[in-house]
């Protein structure tokens, strides 16, 4: 089943922190290294307001500097959409999210951790309560579809390729592929076919 190969081989890749200060610890032999799930700690967003609520709101403070009821509701309701939430909350608000943040604040190891919750949920494997309560907020477990943009770029680039959804679905297929051919020539996984990231972008996934 190339489905349960490829959702194999994406928890064995997204398994590892890849935090620097663990690599260290891959030097000595007898050094056990956490699984992601192990240690890490549900982050909380931040929603920022659109240009719209913004203009709304000194729109409403012009032209009720007192802060009549109408202002104070207003003002509000913005505050109350500002507050920090679980990601499992701002999941529930928006099917799309970008989450904006310093370098080294965790948004790649956020995307990890949403990958792993749902490859593990569609194995039918244990999962943390962190774990249950995204996939319970997504609906259903998602295929996770995790993708590098500067990898993409850079395919793109080398291939002479525009930037377009079938492009996205070649790389994806040339990335895994090549990443399971060892130098031997003996696979680590079977090859996908050629439609099986396109099917499963059409069929609904956590990209």
Same mark, same amino acid.
Request: net charge positive.
């Given at each position: 089943?190339?489905?349960?190969?490829?959702?194999?081989k994406?928890?064995?890749?997204?398994?590892?922190?890849?935090?620097?200060?663990?690599?260290?610890?891959?030097?000595?032999?007898?050094?056990?290294?956490?699984?992601? !799930?192990?240690?890490?700690?549900?982050?909380?967003?931040?929603?920022?307001?659109?240009?719209?609520?913004?203009a709304?709101?000194?729109?409403?403070?012009?032209?009720?500097?007192?802060?009549?009821? !109408?202002?104070?509701?207003?003002?509000?309701?913005?505050?109350?959409?500002?507050?920090?939430?679980?990601?499992?909350?701002?999941?529930?608000?928006?099917?799309?999210?970008?989450?904006?943040?310093?370098?080294?604040?965790?948004?790649?190891?956020?995307?990890?951790?949403?990958?792993?919750?749902?490859?593990?949920?569609?194995?039918?494997?244990?999962?943390?309560?962190?774990?249950?309560?995204?996939?319970?907020?997504?609906?259903?477990p998602?295929?996770?579809i995790?993708?590098?943009?500067?990898?993409?770029?850079?395919?793109?680039?080398?291939?002479?390729?525009?930037?377009?959804?079938a492009?996205?679905?070649?790389?994806?297929?040339?990335?895994?592929?090549?990443?399971?051919?060892?130098?031997?020539?003996?696979?680590?996984?079977?090859?996908?076919?050629?439609?099986?990231?396109?099917?499963?972008?059409?069929?609904?996934?956590?990209?």
């Open positions: 089943d190339p489905a349960r190969e490829y959702l194999k994406f928890v064995q890749q997204h398994e590892d922190p890849k935090f620097r200060s663990l690599a260290l610890l891959a030097q000595y032999p007898d050094a056990q290294l956490p699984k992601l !799930e192990k240690i890490y700690l549900p982050v909380r967003v931040t929603f920022e307001p659109t240009e719209t609520e913004r709304a709101a000194k729109g409403v403070k012009a032209k009720r500097p007192e802060k009549s009821g !109408e202002a104070a509701l207003f003002e509000s309701s913005l505050r109350e959409r500002i507050e920090p939430v679980e990601l499992t909350e701002a999941i529930k608000g928006s099917p799309k999210l970008a989450i904006v943040g310093k370098a080294g604040s965790g948004k790649s190891t956020l995307l990890q951790w949403a990958g792993l919750a749902c490859a593990h949920a569609l194995l039918k494997e244990k999962l943390t309560k962190d774990q249950e309560k995204f996939v319970k907020a997504l609906g259903r998602l295929f996770p995790f993708v590098s943009l500067g990898a993409f770029d850079l395919y793109c680039r080398n291939e002479n390729r525009e930037r377009t959804a492009a996205l679905q070649d790389f994806l297929i040339h990335r895994f592929n090549a990443r399971h051919e060892s130098r031997s020539g003996q696979r680590a996984a079977p090859k996908l076919p050629p439609d099986f990231f396109g099917r499963k972008l059409k069929s609904g996934c956590l990209l």
